[in-house]
């Protein structure tokens, strides 16, 4: 049981540049969030779905877009990395009214 | 809007050396107070989640209680192993996790 999958675990981006953070889960959980986290600020929601289909914005969701095509994947795209959008990335995926299982995060840095 | 602190930010215990971790929180209806372990590039990793004041768990040497405002996250005779970021979070708004910043602990041999 890998639990959440994320990839890559590092990468490098020029400014301007796009990219997409993978993210899948083998749980079968309805909920699947994005976090970023930040020295000095925490873990803070991007994004959340709690089903295929639907997604949501959280607290800190400009420049980011996301996707629920499947239970199982929710992919983040940075649409045009700034520098400002250099921190770790966590996906999560939770079952309803639970706690929620992280992956090992992604950490980015943009140029 | 909810809030969750935790203090103290920092914290260096000798091997041993019993203490208290706090988590002080403001919610429109608690639905859960979850904690968490972190290690140094790892993701989050579960320990406990509590639902109601007066609630208990334990894993270990580490004991979570939880009170209508507060929840403290107690550690007895800590082992090096011990030494990480501890956070707690409570259900958003949003279907998402607010989190307090969180309290690095190290445990000193």
């Known amino acids: 049981n890998a639990g959440v999958t994320q990839t890559p675990k590092f990468q490098v981006l020029k400014t301007g540049q796009s990219m997409t953070l993978q993210c899948a889960q083998d749980?079968?959980?309805?909920?699947m969030s994005w976090y970023r986290q930040d020295p000095g600020m925490g873990l803070r929601l991007i994004h959340y779905?709690?089903?295929?289909?639907?997604?949501d914005q959280g607290e800190v969701p400009n420049g980011y877009n996301v996707s629920r095509s499947t239970t199982e994947d929710f992919p983040l795209r940075l649409l045009s990395a700034a520098p400002s959008q250099t921190s770790v990335y966590f996906c999560?995926?939770?079952?309803?009214?639970?706690?929620?299982?992280f992956g090992q995060g992604t950490r980015l840095t943009v140029v | 809007e909810d809030q969750v602190t935790q203090s103290p930010e920092a914290l260096r215990l000798q091997e041993g050396e019993s203490s208290s971790l706090n988590c002080s929180y403001t919610?429109?209806?608690?639905?859960?107070l979850f904690w968490y372990r972190q290690d140094p590039g790892k993701g989050p990793e579960f320990l406990f989640t509590l639902y109601s004041a007066g609630e208990e768990k334990e894993k270990e040497r580490l004991k979570a209680t939880l009170t209508k405002k507060e929840s403290f996250l107690h550690i007895t005779a800590p082992k090096p192993e011990d030494s990480a970021t501890y956070l707690c979070a409570v259900p958003g708004g949003a279907d998402g996790l607010t989190f307090g910043k969180g309290t690095h602990l190290i445990i000193q041999p």
């Open positions: 999560a995926s939770r079952p309803q009214g639970a706690e929620a299982f």
């Open positions: 779905s709690v089903g295929a289909g639907i997604t």
């Open positions: 919610v429109s209806g608690l639905r859960g």
């Open positions: 749980m079968n959980h309805e909920y």
